[in-house]
């Protein structure tokens, strides 16, 4: 097997890191995202019927993508599992990566 450099990131880091573009790097799943950032908390029936071309199990895979990478967090309340958004998260991971660009310092 091949071993590559991690560039900046220590090797956990950038597991998170590819996790977490994995994770925003799919259409659905950003429009899960807006649709929980202009919401808030949102049931996991309320969601999928936001996107009625989708199937709720196919909207349950993408909320367990999200929430696996740590890009939405999830609770169960009684029969329904509510989601929303880590914005902390969100927003340490974001600027992490930009930190690292930043530093990378290649020319333009």
Request: charged fraction near 20%; glycine fraction near 8%; charge should be positive.
């Amino acid at each position: 097997m091949t071993t590559y450099p991690t560039i900046g990131f220590d090797r956990a880091a950038l597991k998170e890191a590819t996790r977490f573009l994995t994770a925003l790097g799919d259409p659905m799943r950003l429009q899960i995202l807006y649709l929980l950032g202009s919401r808030g908390r949102t049931n996991v029936g309320d969601i999928a019927g936001n996107f009625l071309h989708v199937s709720r199990p196919a909207i349950s895979h993408h909320l367990k993508v999200l929430r696996d990478a740590g890009v939405v967090d999830s609770e169960k309340i009684g029969q329904e599992v509510y989601y929303r958004l880590e914005r902390d998260h969100i927003v340490a991971t974001l600027r992490m990566l930009t930190d690292a660009a930043v530093a990378w310092g290649c020319p333009a």
